[in-house]
């Protein structure tokens, strides 16, 4: 897949960016979840697996705001991610109007329940903290589109499959990515449940 195929808003951005065309494993994982099937997308660090996730999501926003409920959730594994992932998105949003907004644990949070009803395209937490305001009424996950876990290969150390189950149960239909270095077995096990129909795409060495 060429970046000729791209939202033209999006792809103004990538020329600015001298980003020339796509790295090898995004050529391949690329066209795969633009079809909207569920993925697991699995490659070594600087295989651009998050770039691909980025520009995947916005593409499939058609890089354009729209309502007040978000339509893309970004699960990672800490405050310091979330705020790094925030960072790619601004980026690549730049010549959109599409609103990103990255939850924290430490921001008052009735001031980010206010921000996220005002209305938020994508938006970026923690698995135990977007649970917390989903459980409190502070997010509205009926109208997402597309739900990931970038760098998921914590879920094997960390007790956050319950939370990650808890929000897909909350959702309707959507399209589902998970973006690890490795397949292990605590990604493995949502096989069983809303990733059972996805695809498995690994960087060939």
Not at 4 to 28: S, V
Not at 100 to 109: G, I, L, N
Not at 121 to 137: A, C, E, H, R, W
Not at 184 to 195: E, H, L
Request: net charge neutral; glycine share 4%; aromatic share 10%.
């Amino acid at each position: 897949m060429s970046f000729k195929k791209l939202n033209p808003l999006l792809k103004e951005t990538l020329e600015q960016l001298n980003f020339e065309a796509p790295l090898p494993f995004q050529k391949e994982a690329l066209p795969t979840i633009k079809s909207g099937a569920d993925a697991y997308i699995i490659g070594k660090k600087g295989s651009g697996k998050t770039t691909a996730l980025i520009i995947h999501t916005i593409n499939k926003l058609k890089a354009k705001a729209f309502e007040d409920s978000p339509r893309a959730l970004i699960i990672v594994e800490n405050q310091d991610k979330v705020l790094k992932l925030e960072e790619e998105f601004l980026k690549y949003t730049a010549n959109t109007d599409l609103r990103v907004y990255a939850t924290s644990e430490r921001y008052d949070f009735e001031k980010q329940k206010v921000a996220i009803y005002y209305g938020q395209d994508i938006v970026i937490g923690t698995p135990s903290f977007m649970t917390k305001l989903y459980f409190q009424n502070a997010i509205h996950l009926g109208q997402i589109q597309l739900f990931a876990l970038d760098d998921a290969d914590y879920l094997g150390r960390h007790n956050s499959y319950n939370h990650i189950l808890r929000l897909t149960e909350s959702m309707d239909k959507f399209q589902s990515i998970i973006i690890a270095d490795e397949f292990n077995s605590k990604i493995a096990n949502y096989q069983n449940g809303y990733m059972s129909n996805a695809r498995v795409l690994k960087l060939k060495d």
